[in-house]
């Protein structure tokens, strides 16, 4: 069964350091989303992508982030200047078309800022 | 903008009995769809079961099925039949129906155990 993946599982980086998310959504999908999960709390939407453009993004989602999708198959997650309170779970996600709806997660990105 | 609230931070259940978890919402969308997550110890986001507002009928998958009770704005998960793999966090989450893609607005979650 097709699946999303991530890598790396886990990424330890020094703050204002830029640190770069892999994703790799399923193959025949067309809307990617990224999310993050900072420990003990709820996960939190960041951007969604659609088309080679941002579709949304929150208010999270701020000049130090940007994603691409630079190779038809990998979506990226780009943090600038990482800061401490960015150490969190980041998930992507895929989805076939919005009318189907289901997201797809992948096993997601521990990132620790030190 | 969209509210997800779940008002139990932990519930615990024997294995084999049937448990409830709640979920609210508030919305001015009359289009949209409700999910539930489950969030093992793994981390990983599993896709429960999902209900799409403008279907009266319940959605049910397996052991696990959803009261949706649309004028209340109310949610709710039963699991029956638990089993210790059930223990995990579960997330209740609202997406509205969007032509763009839409995002996903979580719940803070509920940490269900099953206790042998």
């Known amino acids: 069964e097709p699946e999303v993946t991530q890598t790396p599982s886990h990424q330890v980086t020094q703050m204002g350091q830029e640190v770069i998310l892999r994703c790799v959504p399923i193959s025949n999908h067309l809307y990617f989303y990224w999310y993050r999960q900072i420990l003990g709390q709820k996960v939190e939407f960041l951007v969604s992508f659609y088309n080679n453009e941002i579709s949304e993004k929150s208010e999270i989602f701020d000049d130090q982030f940007s994603v691409e999708r630079p190779d038809g198959s990998n979506f990226t997650l780009k943090i600038r200047s990482t800061k401490l309170e960015d150490s969190a779970m980041y998930f992507c996600a895929s989805g076939r078309t919005v009318y189907y709806n289901e997201q797809f997660f992948g096993p997601g990105t521990r990132l620790t800022v030190l | 903008a969209q509210t997800v609230t779940q008002s139990q931070p932990e519930m615990s259940v024997q294995e084999a009995e049937t448990v409830t978890l709640s979920c609210t919402y508030d919305t001015s969308e009359s289009n949209y769809y409700l999910f539930w997550y489950k969030q093992p110890p793994s981390r990983q986001m599993i896709l429960v079961i999902r209900?799409?507002?403008?279907?009266?009928q319940n959605a049910t998958e397996n052991r696990f099925s959803v009261n949706f009770q649309k004028a209340a704005k109310s949610f709710s998960l039963k699991i029956s039949d638990s089993q210790l793999g059930d223990t995990a966090m579960y997330f209740c989450a609202f997406m509205k129906h969007e032509t763009s893609g839409s995002r996903l607005t979580f719940g803070e979650g509920t940490q269900l155990t099953v206790n042998p």
């Open positions: 209900q799409e507002a403008y279907k009266q």
